[in-house]
């Protein structure tokens, strides 16, 4: 086999060139048009929830978010350490201050330290939790590689401490409780905000895209406000607030619409391919293909393999490039966000998953498209290469 077999790359056998084509000529390009709606009211429709907006990103979902959920400057937002950096920059566009919250084995925000840390480092004064004399506004809970977080227990803590709950959806369109107190709620609707993304590596995409929905439909009718320049009135130029220029576009929801009508076959495919990875890695010593959460129904948009680190010194650059003259892209998990140049200083607590997890995950091939035959010479590859490399 000499063919490359990519990360993760979108997929167009749908209706995406007919609708795309169809906004074309109806001259419907910018941020009017029947797409929008259209592709707002299957994503409420699929997610069981009322109400969605479709917006610019992922990033503009979520600092929609935090806008809406009143973080000013000076207040705290608790985040992730170990997931993509868009999800905590908005905490800055906002000028509040980050604090960084160990992940679980799910690699989602850990519930028992985030709780700990609410009482054990702040304040609670019955309206309000406060570290250091600062409000203590929301938590961004991130449900990464389409593994849901424990919502249940994050919930109670944010519901203990009046936080604002802010679901980074980004990477879980799809993801459900199978059971439980959630039973049937899909991720990014059980907190207050649910953020949504259709870049190009995600299950679904729009070239660049996002949608953001909340508990409340009306909440949701003022992130749309809010996102099309606060505009008041249909004629006159009126504006009670400021607004961003953060809609989506009509030529990217037409790609939406038609990427929608086939989630439910890129999930399924998701979950059959990763099946067929568990089972090439079922009995392998060096490494471990990373479960998505018991009680839910995963997207399993991104597959983890876990590292033997203990037998495997190699870096995860040499094993990178390695696999890539093999032609096989991967890749490693995130660098930690607290150690990113704009992050440095701020307040970490207790991190030692997010650490542990960052120097030993790999990511593999994961597209809709890769055949039975290439995930099997994926496993073969990556198995090979690493007993190559185990320390004796
Ligand atoms: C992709 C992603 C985002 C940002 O979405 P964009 O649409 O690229 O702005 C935010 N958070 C996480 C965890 C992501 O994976």
């Given at each position: ?21 169809d906004?074309?000529d109806?001259g ?50 608790l ?5 993509f ?24 925000m ?35 590689f ?42 990014g ?14 299950i ?5 895209g996002?949608?953001v929905?909340?508990?409340?439909s009306?909440t ?5 406000y ?35 009508e086939e989630l ?25 293909l ?12 991104f ?7 203990n ?33 440095k200083?701020?307040?970490t ?14 990511n593999?091939?994961s ?26």
């Amino acid at each position: 086999m000499n063919k490359f077999i990519p990360l993760s790359i979108p997929n167009f056998e749908g209706n995406e060139k007919k609708y795309v084509n169809d906004a074309l000529d109806q001259g419907w390009v910018s941020t009017g048009g029947a797409y929008i709606t259209k592709l707002e009211q299957e994503m409420a429709k699929f997610l069981c929830t009322g109400n969605v907006a479709a917006c610019q990103s992922g990033t503009s979902a979520l600092h929609l978010s935090l806008i809406e959920a009143d973080v000013i400057p000076g207040d705290v937002v608790l985040v992730p350490p170990l997931t993509f950096i868009a999800a905590v920059n908005p905490v800055k566009y906002q000028f509040a201050t980050p604090v960084f919250i160990d992940c679980d084995d799910s690699f989602c925000m850990d519930p028992v330290k985030l709780r700990s840390f609410c009482e054990t480092q702040c304040e609670f004064d019955g309206a309000h939790l406060k570290y250091q004399g600062k409000i203590v506004r929301a938590l961004i809970v991130v449900h990464v590689f389409g593994n849901m977080a424990d919502m249940d227990a994050i919930m109670s803590v944010a519901e203990e401490f009046n936080l604002k709950v802010i679901e980074d959806a980004t990477e879980a369109l799809g993801t459900y409780y199978t059971e439980g107190h959630y039973v049937g709620k899909y991720a990014g609707t059980i907190g207050d905000f649910g953020a949504f993304s259709f870049n190009g590596n995600k299950i679904i995409t729009t070239g660049g895209g996002g949608a953001v929905t909340a508990n409340n439909s009306k909440t949701v009718d003022h992130l749309r406000y809010l996102s099309t320049q606060a505009k008041n009135d249909p004629h006159y130029y009126i504006h009670d607030e400021i607004g961003y220029n953060f809609r989506m576009t009509n030529l990217q929801a037409a790609l939406g619409v038609a990427q929608m009508e086939e989630l439910p076959e890129f999930i399924r495919r998701k979950q059959s391919n990763y099946d067929l990875y568990k089972e090439q890695f079922a009995d392998f010593e060096l490494a471990e293909l990373v479960s998505f959460r018991e009680g839910t129904s995963s997207n399993k948009w991104f597959y983890s393999l876990e590292l033997d680190k203990n037998r495997i010194s190699a870096t995860m650059r040499e094993i990178i490039t390695s696999l890539e003259k093999r032609g096989i892209q991967t890749r490693a998990i995130w660098g930690l966000i607290n150690e990113q140049k704009p992050y440095k200083g701020e307040v970490t607590y207790n991190l030692e998953k997010a650490p542990y997890y960052a120097s030993r995950i790999l990511n593999i091939p994961s597209s809709t498209q890769i055949t039975e035959e290439e995930i099997i010479y994926v496993a073969d590859e990556v198995k090979q290469l690493l007993r190559c490399l185990a320390d004796e």
